[in-house]
């Protein structure tokens, strides 16, 4: 019979040995997660982004790479219809000083009469015409020259049918057709016409000027 010694003592003082645990021992403090993963209810960083997305950006701020709308600027009309208003206004400079009525072989200037106003206007428009070809034309620039065209207009009816009578006087004096319409009239009529139908169509056609 072979004996058997009995199994170590420990030593006083030594804490007995024990076989290792079939578990890793819990670790107290914060938990730990894998990485970009984190529990409900908790805070922390967000997860990244897949590919391709934008960054996460704080609420009520725009995404990064995009700026405000750029402000718009005022309208305005468009610049083919000022350079065309700007000929207007200089015809009805070249036609107030020109022949207005020819009285048998003499002729009238229309400075005599109403051909200073109408040049005066035709300065006016010319310097109207002059901003809206530089993209300037405001609103009341295209109105305002709609009204002096207007007055034109209506100054070259005038004194066409002031002529007309006393043509008819004439004639029927026996005095034959001895008065009629200078070409200087006929042209601030026409300039007139054509400066009043520009100036609408500034009123209507404006588009907004970049600021």
């Known amino acids: 019979m072979t004996y058997t010694p009995p199994p170590e003592q420990p030593q006083y003082g030594q804490q007995p040995q024990y076989p290792a645990p079939p578990y890793p021992p819990p670790q107290y403090g914060e938990p730990h997660y894998p990485q970009g993963q984190f529990p409900q209810g908790q805070y922390g960083p967000p997860p990244s982004q897949p590919y391709g997305q934008p960054p996460y950006q704080p609420y009520g701020q725009p995404p990064a790479g995009y700026g405000y709308p750029a402000a718009a600027g005022p309208r305005v009309s468009e610049p083919l219809i000022g350079w065309l208003l700007l000929g207007a206004g200089v015809l009805l400079m070249i036609g107030a000083p020109m022949p207005w009525a020819t009285v048998l072989t003499f002729s009238v200037a229309g400075t005599v009469g109403g051909g200073k106003a109408t040049m005066f206007f035709g300065v006016v428009l010319a310097v109207f015409g002059l901003l809206i070809g530089l993209k300037q034309g405001r609103l009341w620039v295209s109105i305002t020259a709609c009204v002096l065209a207007a007055l034109v207009v209506l100054v070259a009816i005038g004194n066409m049918g ?44 404006r588009r907004v000027q970049p600021s």
């Open 162 to 205: 002031n002529i007309t009578d006393v043509a008819r006087k004439s004639a029927d004096n026996f005095l034959g057709n001895t008065v009629s319409i200078g070409s200087g009239l006929w042209l601030t009529l026409v300039a007139g016409i054509a400066a009043l139908v520009l100036s609408i169509i500034g009123i209507a056609r």
